[in-house]
């Protein structure tokens, strides 16, 4: 009973459409550059010379033919989705026609492009379509949509993570063998092969497997998902930098990474930012974080209009720092600057850092330095509310 009222409760559950949103879109971006690579061995099957190991016996040979006409769907929907056009059925092209590819030939087979449609597929059903799409303008934006395919989203990316960690332990790989196979030997990330020898190749491997088991645990708990992401980033960026072949590796991070928007505690209007709307500073980066913030998941409150707003943040602490309320407590100075960065999609995956002792440190010093030189036109009027670790009312 426990088991069923649980899955009753993840089919009813509902989520905010625009992280789902802005996942569909990077996951567009990855699919159309892998387009290229697939398509262009589609087109050397069309060889007599080339063996052909179909992976069913009635799947048709492959003709230039065959091969342009798949090319040319898997194109045209991949930028449908990208833009959000028509979602559900460009997505549910892109994903018989990526499955088709996939089922042409054993040689079109990677782990990236298996990824990729059951991505898509759970695209299909997610309705990405409903914010940040022509779909949202042509029919109005929906807030929410359901909340399974989320959840089944993020379970692929803890499953990525946690088949690959644990399909790497073995003597082969343990060895040190295949991380040596893997890395660069020319460009300026290479690495010299004085130091391809067993213990710094053990440390890496060990390391990986950490990693990617790490990541498949903890971007669940809200407690370590800020470090995860931060581990999930500097991963993508380790492996499209230093291992080859660095075109897969790369579709495969843009592919994956901005599956990771779907972790974030992103409901609407779900975190306060109080700013001093007498202050031209203040003004110009409220500007920005309102531009930046796609997944509209700030509600900004001025000084000026604190009162009528029932925020638990005193004009005070307002005036002399910008202030951000979430559920749980109020920051305010550069920590409050760096939460609002670690809901932002373009800054969420790196921002974590700034929580770090010597940059907090040396950022709250710059902070309260330039608050303090400032012009404020509004009058500060003395209030009696708190002024942090305040739940919202």
Not at 47 to 55: E, F, K, S, T
Not at 206 to 213: P, S
Not at 226 to 249: C, F
């Amino acid at each position: 009973m426990p088991m069923t009222g649980w899955l009753l409760r993840l089919i009813s559950s509902r989520a905010p459409s625009r992280p789902v949103a802005l996942a569909r879109i990077g996951v567009a971006v990855a699919v159309i550059l892998e387009a290229a690579h697939s398509g262009e061995t589609l087109l050397r099957l069309d060889d007599p010379g080339i063996l052909h190991a179909p992976y069913v016996t009635w799947a048709p040979p492959v003709t230039d033919g065959l091969a342009w006409v798949l090319i040319g769907l898997w194109v045209v929907s991949a930028t449908a989705v990208l833009l959000g056009w028509r979602t559900r059925a460009a997505a549910a092209v892109l994903t018989a026609t990526i499955a088709a590819v996939l089922l042409l030939d054993q040689q079109l087979y990677s782990n990236h492009l298996y990824l990729i449609v059951l991505v898509c597929g759970l695209l299909t059903v997610a309705d990405s379509g409903a914010a940040l799409s022509f779909d949202a303008l042509r029919i109005g934006e929906r807030r929410e949509v359901s909340g399974w395919p989320i959840w089944l989203l993020r379970l692929q990316v803890s499953v990525v993570y946690g088949y690959a960690a644990l399909s790497k332990l073995n003597p082969d790989f343990l060895s040190g063998s295949v991380v040596a196979s893997y890395l660069r030997r020319a460009g300026p990330l290479a690495m010299p092969d004085s130091w391809r020898f067993l213990e710094p190749m053990l440390i890496l491997s060990v390391l990986a497997i950490c990693t990617e088991a790490f990541l498949a645990v903890a971007l669940w708990s809200r407690r370590w998902r800020p470090a995860a992401l931060v581990v999930a980033l500097a991963l993508h960026v380790g492996i499209t930098g230093w291992l080859e072949p660095t075109y897969q590796l790369l579709v495969f991070s843009l592919a994956t990474l901005p599956l990771l928007v779907l972790f974030l505690d992103a409901a609407p209007a779900s975190r306060v930012v109080v700013w001093d709307d007498g202050c031209g500073f203040c003004a110009a980066w409220v500007r920005w974080f309102r531009r930046l913030d796609w997944l509209a998941a700030l509600r900004f409150v001025p000084r000026s209009g604190l009162a009528a707003s029932g925020v638990a943040v005193s004009e005070d602490a307002a005036a002399r720092a910008l202030q951000l309320v979430s559920r749980r407590r109020v920051h305010g100075g550069f920590a409050a600057v760096g939460r609002v960065l670690e809901i932002l999609p373009i800054s969420f995956l790196w921002a974590p850092l700034l929580r770090l002792p010597p940059i907090a440190w040396v950022g709250e010093r710059v902070y309260r330095r330039v608050a303090q030189r400032r012009r404020c036109e509004l009058p500060v009027v003395a209030s009696a509310v708190p002024t942090s670790r305040n739940p919202i009312s």
